[in-house]
């Protein structure tokens, strides 16, 4: 009939839309075990078996542990692994924050070309990149050519040392630095230096008092990362460094293949993982994991 309203029908949209089934509240646990399983079988299972290795090979005992800080070698090599990872922090802190601030605050060609150069060193595999500066460095490489070629004699023995071994972590580090400064600095509104500057701030004043506060997250994300990454280095210093400055993953490297203490390497590992945890702890505590990307 004319002028009858017809009700219109029901949209499968809004909350009846949502599965309200006895097997509804599953499903979320479903889609999570894949990734779960994926976890415990490459993840929690290795560690735990390495964890059970350092307590019972050869048999159940806390030597290896006991080992470990009771030989002033390895405890030369437990402070050597921390020291140049902290060295490596500060040379990649230093040269990162300059790189990240240009990028941040400018957007011409000149702020796309840096990035792009830090995204290219970020994609190229660190042994390629280890590799490179074994050719830079070495005997014929270009910097003792131009050694030679002003004149200067004999060029230094540059391969094969700790300088050569740190340069090359940082090579590697930097970019993950820059992009945790970078991403920090990118948010911070350019209106409050405008606005320091305004009050009588000069320019240096300002960068102290409102820019560098305010990039200190992105400071403590990529020294956090920086550092963590680092206290797992094994190639680059096996390529480039000497045996002197051997770092934890060389000595768990050199205890399985060489002297198969698959115990005491596996203690080793263990130490490194709990120093590892407790650096990731403090920052958690007080600034948090979700906020490592910034």
């Known amino acids: 009939m004319a002028g009858v309203v017809t009700a219109a029908p029901a949209t499968a949209t809004g909350p009846a839309a949502i599965p309200q089934g006895p097997g509804a509240g599953s499903v979320p646990w479903l889609l999570l075990m ?6 415990v079988l490459l993840f929690v299972l290795p560690i735990g078996y390495v964890l059970l290795l350092s307590f019972t090979d050869p ?4 030597a290896h542990y006991q080992r470990i800080f009771a030989v002033p070698l390895y405890t030369r090599i437990l402070f050597n692994t921390f020291a140049t ?8 802190l230093l040269l990162a924050y300059p790189l990240a601030y240009v990028i941040s605050r400018r957007n011409d060609w000149i702020s796309l070309v840096l990035l792009i150069c830090v995204a290219v060193c970020f994609w190229t595999g660190f042994i390629v990149r280890t590799y490179a500066w074994l050719v830079i460095l070495g005997n014929k490489g270009p910097v003792a050519a131009v ?5 200067l004699g004999a060029p230094p023995q540059l391969l094969f040392t700790s300088f050569a071994s740190t340069l090359g972590m940082t090579h590697i ?4 630095m820059v992009l945790a400064l970078y991403s920090v600095m990118k948010k911070i509104d350019p209106n409050l230096l405008r606005a320091a500057a305004s009050l009588g701030a000069r320019p240096n004043a300002a960068f102290r008092a409102v820019f560098l506060p305010l990039s200190l997250p992105g400071v403590v994300n990529g020294s956090i990362l920086v550092f963590t990454i680092c206290l797992g280095f094994f190639v680059t ?3 480039l460094g000497t045996p002197k400055d051997m770092m934890i993953s ?3 490297n050199q205890q399985i293949e060489e002297l198969l203490a698959w115990g005491f390497a596996s203690a080793i590992a263990v130490v490194l993982l709990i120093a590892t945890s407790i650096v990731l702890a403090i920052y958690n505590r007080f600034v948090g994991l979700d906020r490592l990307w910034g």
């Open 34 to 39: 894949p990734a779960t399983a994926a976890l």
């Open 59 to 62: 048999q159940v005992s806390l």
């Open 85 to 92: 990872s902290l060295t490596v922090t500060v040379i990649c």
């Open 147 to 151: 050694w030679q070629g002003l004149g």
């Open 173 to 176: 580090l930097l970019p993950y």
């Open 237 to 239: 210093p096996i390529l």
């Open 250 to 252: 060389q000595l768990v």
